[in-house]
């Protein structure tokens, strides 16, 4: 069994590229020279040194003392929260960058939804001098204003989308209308390990860095590389497949997805893609969405903006499909919950998509000796008028 994307863009049934016909040369020109252009030399020395000095990399690998005697085995906590910028998605961002300038492109664009995404793209054009321009749902701008304002801040664009739901499917939509336009000077920055081949495995090799760092960084601490298991919680499923990516093919790591089942598995209000979805096609890959029986994408719902969205990445549906993880949908008020544990047993508030995956003790019981890694992928301060709201703080 294997976990690499195969030469057509395929991990296992799910995966390829399924674009309209008018983006096909874009695709294409990532396609057949991201590999050569990743594994140059002199790119891999420019994003290390970037990951180093201005993301703050290695994130620490915390041994969680408190955390790990409530609940009777050994938790360390990968800290994505400590990056610049507040979460693991500037270690994409900050590749896609540098490809961007191998092709020679001098326009960005992206689609982003909570508008975390936004910013680490915003974040990575204004380091570089590039010009940035970010879709966002007109409902999204309303309800996201402090990330829409730092992105402003960043010198970047924010161009509404005005059509539809007004929300991230359209945004993307506007996205990719953007780049059949400007087929040569501009790039389109995916945020997750989602999209058209090569974007799934190209934004997972970046992400990879999170593994790579957990296997030496365990071997001081614990004396092996490997945990026996790995935790992160699953939007598109970025943080997770970097911090799967280098323990896939170890079979004595156990991986476990957390996905947000908002208001409840049953209850119509949630993002449990994994549960509740079927095969069909999102942002231009074949993956495990959740759609209505005549294949309608359904609306999801999350508490938190990260893990509401209504598809997973194809490398997850595969490791779904083969039992190879396993995966966990937890509710808004348990998520809720393992966040002010978090925040009282350690001093760490973390960003509510993470309290998903710090969700993970009520659904699976590990034995003392257990070494479990969780992906902290991001901090809470942009969801503390939610933990305010929530908790009556
Ligand atoms: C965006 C985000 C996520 C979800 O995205 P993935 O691609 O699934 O990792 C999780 N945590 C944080 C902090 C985020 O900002």
């Known amino acids: 069994m294997s976990y690499q994307v195969d030469e057509k ?20 020109e990532l396609r057949t020279t991201y590999l050569d252009i990743i594994n140059e030399p002199s790119f ?6 970037l990951l180093k000095d201005y993301v703050g990399r290695p994130s620490p690998l915390y041994y969680a003392n408190r955390l790990s005697e409530k609940h009777n085995t050994k938790v360390y906590l990968k800290r994505e929260d400590l990056n610049h910028t507040g979460a693991h998605k500037v270690n994409n961002t900050i590749g896609q960058i540098l490809v961007a300038k191998k092709l020679g492109k001098n326009r960005i664009i992206a689609e982003t939804g909570a508008g975390q995404h936004g910013v680490a ?6 380091l570089m001098g590039i010009e940035c321009i970010v879709y966002m749902g007109e409902i999204d701008i309303k309800r996201q ?29 506007e996205a990719i209308r953007d780049w059949i336009n400007n087929p040569v000077d501009t790039h389109y920055i995916i945020g997750s390990a989602i999209g058209p081949h090569p974007y799934p495995d190209m ?10 760092e957990i296997k030496w960084q365990l071997k001081e601490k614990e004396g092996r590389e490997n ?23 170890q079979p004595d790591v156990g991986i476990i997805a957390v996905e947000a089942a908002g208001k409840g598995v049953n209850s119509g209000e949630s993002a449990a893609t994994s549960q509740l979805g079927k095969e069909g096609i999102i942002h231009g890959c074949k993956t495990l969405l959740m759609q209505t029986t005549d294949g309608q994408i359904t609306e999801p719902y999350s508490i938190s903006a990260g893990l509401d969205y209504p598809g997973v990445g194809p490398l997850h549906s595969h490791l779904y499909k083969t039992a190879r993880g396993e995966f966990f949908s ?47 992928s991001g901090r809470g301060d942009k969801d503390l008028d939610t933990y305010i709201d929530y ?3």
């Open 9 to 28: 863009g395929y991990y296992g049934d799910f995966g390829g590229a399924y674009i309209p016909e008018m983006l096909y040369p874009n695709v294409e």
């Open 44 to 49: 891999k020395e420019e994003f290390h040194q």
């Open 121 to 126: 793209t915003a974040t990575v054009c204004a």
């Open 145 to 173: 204003a402090p990330n829409v304002a730092r992105m402003k801040m960043l010198g970047a664009e924010v161009r509404p989308a005005k059509s539809g739901s007004k929300t991230l499917k359209d945004a993307t939509n």
């Open 203 to 212: 934004v997972t090799r970046f992400q990879s860095i999170i593994s790579e």
């Open 227 to 249: 945990p026996d298991y790995v935790v992160a919680c699953i939007g598109g499923g970025s943080n997770a497949a970097g911090t799967y990516y280098h323990f896939l093919d």
């Open 330 to 376: 937890v509710t808004d008020n348990d998520a809720m919950t393992a966040g002010l544990e978090l925040s009282q047993l350690e001093g760490i508030i973390p960003a509510i998509e993470s309290s998903h995956a710090l969700a993970v003790f009520n659904d699976k019981k590990f034995k003392p000796e257990d070494v479990v890694v969780i992906s902290l």
């Open 391 to 393: 908790f009556k703080l």
